[in-house]
C-alpha cells in the first residue's frame, strides 16, 4: 500500500471519530438529563381551595383547652398510624419523611437534631403548643405554606384533641394540661377515674374480633367509617378513578386486581413475587401488618390492628370501582336480611347510632402498651 492509499484510510478514520463526536455532543444537548437538586420521592397532596379550607369549620370547634379536657388518650393513639406514615414516635426514634415526634409537645418548631426542615417552617418559630399543633394539624399547608408535610389534615376537633392528647404523653416530662376555659369543662377534668385492671379485662373480652369472621364483619361494614380511615392511604396513594401513582400505584378497582398489575408503578420484587389477586382475604392480612404478611414490600405502613376498621376499609375501598365485587357468600345473605351496603353518600345515619360512644370518664394517662408492637 503506497503513502497515498494510507493517507486515505488515516483520513476516513479521523472523519468517522469526528462525527461520532459531534452526534455525542449534539445529543447531549439536546437529551441531557435534569438532576434533582436534592434526591428522593415528592409526596403530592390536594390542595384545598379558599371554599373548602377548614378555617371556617375551627371557628365553630370549642377551644384546644376545653377539648383537652375531655380527651382520651387511648383514641388518640390509633390516630398516630397516620402519623407513623412518615414519623417515628419511640424515644430517639430516627427521622424519616418527617421528624421524630417524641416530645414534640411544647418543643421548639423546627429544632429536631438532623432533620432538614422547611424555609416556611424555620420561619414560623415559637413552640408547639396545645394550640399551635391543633392549628396545625388542622390543615398544615394552610396554617404554615410552604411546609413539607404534605398530609391533608384532621377535620374533627375532638380527633385532634385525642391525638395531641396521646402525643402529650409521649415525653420524659409530659407538659401539663392547659386550665380548661368554662367550668363545665374544669369539672370534666377532675372526673378523670382510672379503670381498674378487671374493667380492662372484662372490656377486651367483650371485644368479638377474635371471634368474627371477615365475611360476617364486611357484610356489617360501616362504610363512612371506611372512607374516613381512607385519609391514611391518601397519604401515599390516590383513590380516583384514573388517578396519577404517587409514592404507592392508583388504588381505585384495587379489590381483586392482580397484585403488582397497575400500569407505569415500579413494584419490589417481593410485591411481584407474591402472585395471586387482591382477594378480601388477602386485603384483610396485608392491611394487618405489611411487612410481616410480604416481606421486602415499599410499603412502610405499620398495618391496622383492629379488625372491624379493616373491614370498614376494605368495604369502602370495594366501592372504589366501575363494577364492584360481590361480597362473600355469607356476608351477601346478610346483606340481604336488612342490611344492604350503600356508597357513604347514601347511607342514613342509621350507621352512626351503631358507633360506641366516647367515655366520658377518660383519662389522660397512656394507653397501655401492646408487648407484641
Known amino acids: 500500500m503506497n503513502s497515498f492509499e494510507l493517507n486515505k484510510v488515516i483520513g476516513a478514520v479521523l472523519a468517522s471519530c469526528l462525527v461520532l463526536l459531534s452526534v455525542s455532543l449534539i445529543s447531549d444537548s439536546i ?4 438532576r434533582p437538586a436534592k434526591p428522593g420521592f415528592k409526596i403530592e397532596a390536594k390542595q384545598e381551595t379558599a371554599s373548602t379550607a377548614p378555617a371556617a369549620k375551627t371557628e365553630t370547634a370549642a377551644p384546644i383547652e ?12 390509633p390516630e398516630t398510624r397516620v402519623c407513623m406514615t412518615c414519623h417515628t414516635l419511640d424515644k430517639n426514634g430516627p427521622n424519616k419523611v418527617g421528624p421524630n415526634l417524641y416530645g414534640v409537645v411544647d418543643r421548639p418548631r423546627a429544632s429536631h437534631p438532623g432533620f432538614d426542615y422547611s424555609s416556611a417552617m424555620k420561619a414560623k418559630g415559637g413552640k408547639w403548643t396545645f394550640d399551635e399543633l391543633d392549628k396545625f394539624l388542622t390543615h398544615p399547608q394552610g396554617y404554615i ?7 391533608g389534615g384532621i377535620q374533627n376537633p375532638d380527633q385532634r384533641a385525642n391525638l395531641i392528647a396521646y402525643l402529650r404523653t409521649l415525653s420524659d416530662n409530659p407538659v401539663p394540661l392547659p386550665k380548661p376555659t368554662t367550668p363545665a369543662a374544669a369539672s370534666t377534668a377532675q372526673k378523670q377515674p382510672q379503670q381498674s385492671a378487671q374493667q380492662q379485662s372484662q372490656q377486651s373480652a367483650a371485644k368479638p374480633e377474635a371471634a368474627t369472621s371477615l365475611d360476617s364483619l364486611l357484610a356489617n361494614a360501616d362504610l363512612n367509617r371506611g372512607k374516613s380511615e381512607t385519609r391514611i392511604c391518601m397519604t401515599c396513594h390516590t383513590l380516583e378513578k384514573n388517578g396519577p401513582n404517587k409514592v404507592g400505584p392508583n388504588l381505585w378497582g384495587v379489590v381483586d386486581r392482580p397484585r403488582a398489575s397497575h400500569p407505569g408503578f415500579d413494584y419490589s420484587s417481593a410485591m411481584k413475587a407474591k402472585g395471586g389477586k387482591w382477594t378480601f382475604d ?5 392491611l394487618t401488618h405489611p411487612q410481616g404478611y410480604i416481606p421486602g414490600t415499599k410499603m412502610t405502613f405499620t398495618g391496622i390492628q383492629n379488625t372491624k376498621q379493616r373491614a370498614d376499609l376494605i368495604a ?10 360481590p361480597l362473600p357468600k355469607s356476608a351477601a345473605s346478610a346483606s340481604t336480611n ?4 350503600k356508597p357513604p353518600s347514601q347511607q342514613t345515619s342509621g350507621s352512626a347510632q351503631n358507633r360506641p360512644r366516647p367515655n366520658s370518664g377518660s383519662t389522660q394517662e397512656p394507653p397501655q402498651q401492646n408487648p407484641s408492637q
Open 282 to 286: 388477602e386485603l384483610n392480612k396485608f
Open 338 to 341: 336488612g342490611n344492604t351496603q
Open 145 to 151: 405554606p410552604g411546609t413539607k408535610m404534605t398530609f
Open 31 to 34: 437529551f441531557a438529563p435534569v
Open 316 to 325: 369502602y375501598l370495594r366501592t372504589q370501582s366501575d363494577n364492584p365485587v
Open 66 to 77: 376545653t377539648r383537652l379536657a375531655s380527651a382520651d388518650a387511648s383514641k388518640g393513639k
